[in-house]
């Protein structure tokens, strides 16, 4: 049991008519219940097993963790949807989740940061290679692999063991010779037609069984293939399959992670660290670990069983449910959570936490990664504060400022003149939230494009209703401080923090004072305003790029006659610049655009010419 610190729990009962109204009118059967803000926008869907006393629990409930009393104080109005049993509100609850991904609700962020086997089964001919990028693709994924060397290791093995090819060449049998691998026999070499699609086909079953673990029926189709081909004196064939069956039996023999039973099962181990949770998924197949996952749960203040509950209906809303759950505390709802899971599977499956032998060695393995995970991942932010504390020391903030918007200004001579916004987080960039701006006027006055640029971000942040950040960062010297002031000033945000970093010698000014504050080239305050500052002239001078040499299409390709943007765009990828369409033949432009724009853009690159 937790004991959440006394705090005082905030609500909209008192303005909002329709919340008062439906919290006195809440029926007491089963349901899910869903919150909404002011704007309407779906905050969190629940369900109950008495919606009247659930709903009401958050508002007259003053011991709340932090992230439920944000959500009570943003509730404005709610629905509910009756249903006839808790397990039919479950299943409702679990589907407008995944429809809606409300925020408040617990989401998994899965780790994609380990490799994964990737065999394209949907292919005539598939190939095995290794990804870090899972798709919908029709694909068969198997990791992820942790060290990511198993991964390339596993690929290695399987182009040894069953020859599936790892080019991404299209195959139509018609090139003139295979490459090496078909010398070395890792590939039965499909592109010269060496193999047929229904021969190559079987090898991809085998390597498919490989992948997925499964030794015995991999080795029953291997030796049923070895004495059929012994039987049509295919000897060398036979024998293939003979040296595969030794080669796949003494990798299964080395692989140590293995139960003392053969029931599909899944362990659970998670860990906790400055209000993030990480939860380590082991699977075990067959009576041997085939793969692991990480998921990464936000804003959580301690792993419980209703948390673990909610980790576990969005893992298998997506995923297969096996024969066994060991988790480390049981799961809030344990029956009707049983209920759900063996309505997807058809059985039940045994849900547990184990108390002795390998299966708790195996829970505690899960816990373990977990931490190290957490640490490796998110220790980082501890840093990060400590710098953010520096840099609130070196400013004379009256906080850590832990969303900072820095500003930058790039043209070419007054012309495709635009600014950029990028914000930063914790120390860490946020590039869902970067903003990019085109002047409205075109002009080489970084001051008056500064406060353009600072005061249409924060007019409609203002106007949005939005949190303001905790520091402003223009890059520039003096006079771009104060153009940004201007701005602020008239939109009557005199209180924000802000600061200017000056190239070359690297000065820091601030307001009310024309003397630079200087931080040690060495210190790591300075290097995370130069990371941000170089970050925001990366994003404004690649949105300049884009502009300029948008122009440059206008200007030039679409000045010639019958040339529009269409065909200005398709001599572009086909020649890679204008001097290269000025130098193509008439008959590459042909092949490019067709011969009668070929002949209009030959004749005006001809009139180009000296």
């Known amino acids: 049991m937790v004991d959440w610190p006394m705090a ?96 408040y609700n617990i989401m998994l962020r899965d780790d994609k940061s380990y490799p994964y086997v990737k065999l394209t089964w949907k292919d005539p001919y598939p190939q095995v290679f290794v990804t870090r990028k899972v798709r919908k693709d029709g694909s068969l994924y198997f990791g992820p692999f942790f060290p990511a060397s198993t991964a390339y290791r596993t690929a290695e093995l399987a182009y040894r063991f069953f020859q599936i090819r790892d080019c991404d060449i299209d195959i139509d049998g018609k090139r003139g010779r295979a490459c090496m691998k078909y010398q070395l026999h890792r590939c039965t070499a499909p592109c010269i037609a060496a193999v047929t699609q229904e021969a190559y086909r079987e090898q991809a079953k085998e390597a498919r069984l490989f992948l997925e673990g499964k030794r015995d029926e991999l080795k029953t189709r291997l030796e049923a293939a070895m004495w059929a081909a012994a ?78 509950a909610e980790v576990l209906k969005r893992v298998y809303a997506e ?32 849900v547990a936490v184990p108390q002795r032998g390998e299966k708790v060695e195996l829970l505690a393995m899960a816990q373990e990664n977990a931490r190290l995970a957490l640490e490796r991942k998110f220790e980082p932010a501890r840093l990060n504060q400590a710098v953010l504390e520096g840099l609130q020391a070196f400013l ?70 939005r949190d303001l950040p905790d520091l402003v960062l223009i890059d520039g010297g003096l006079g771009q401080l104060h153009a940004a002031e201007a701005a602020l000033a008239g939109l009557g945000l005199d209180q924000l923090e802000r600061a200017s970093l000056a190239k070359k010698e690297e000065l820091v000014f601030r307001p009310g004072s024309s003397e630079p504050l200087r931080i040690p080239r060495t210190s790591p305050v300075l290097q995370l305003l130069q990371r ?65 724009a070929a002949a209009k853009v030959r004749a005006w690159a001809q009139a180009q010419e000296p």
């Open 8 to 103: 005082v729990v905030r609500t909209n009962i008192d303005r909002s008519p329709a919340l008062q109204r439906k919290l006195g009118d809440l029926p007491t059967q089963p349901g899910v219940y869903l919150y909404r803000d002011q704007e309407g926008e779906l905050l969190y869907v629940g369900k109950a097993k008495v919606l009247r006393n659930r709903v009401r629990s958050y508002f007259h409930t003053k011991v709340l963790d932090a992230k439920t009393r944000r959500l009570v104080a943003r509730i404005w109005d709610l629905e509910f949807i009756v249903c006839a049993t808790e397990l039919e509100a479950l299943v409702l609850e679990n589907n407008l989740i995944r429809e809606h991904r409300p925020p």
């Open 231 to 308: 039987e049509n004196a295919a000897f060398e064939q036979a024998a293939q399959y003979r040296d595969t069956l030794a080669q796949v039996d003494a990798w299964f023999n080395r692989q140590k992670a293995a139960t003392v039973d053969q029931e599909d099962t899944d362990y659970y181990g998670s860990a906790v660290l400055d209000g993030r949770a990480c939860v380590h998924r082991l699977e075990m197949r067959e009576g041997r670990m085939v793969g692991r996952r990480e998921y990464v749960l936000e804003d959580v203040e301690a792993f419980d069983g209703a948390v673990l």
């Open 532 to 596: 941000i500052r170089d970050e925001a002239h990366r994003f404004a001078i690649t949105y300049h790029r884009m502009l300029r040499a948008k122009r440059t299409l206008q200007t030039e390709l679409t000045t010639i006659p019958g040339v529009g943007q269409a065909t200005a765009k398709k001599l572009l990828q086909a020649f890679g610049s204008v001097k290269g369409v000025k130098e193509a033949g008439e008959e590459a432009l042909a092949g490019a655009v067709g011969k009668a």
């Open 396 to 465: 004379g903030l009256a906080r850590p400022p832990r969303r900072m918007e820095c500003f930058d200004i790039s043209h070419g001579q007054g012309r495709e003149v635009v600014a950029s916004c990028v914000v930063f987080t914790d120390g860490v960039p946020d590039r869902k939230a970067y903003r990019r701006f085109k002047m409205t006027n075109e002009q080489n006055d970084d001051f008056a494009n500064m406060a353009e640029a600072v005061g249409r971000r924060y007019r409609r942040m203002l106007d949005e209703g």
């Open 319 to 350: 995923e297969p449910v096996p024969a066994r759950i060991l988790v480390e505390t049981e799961p809030e709802d344990l029956e009707l959570l049983r209920e759900w899971l063996g309505g997807m599977r058809g059985a039940r499956p045994h």
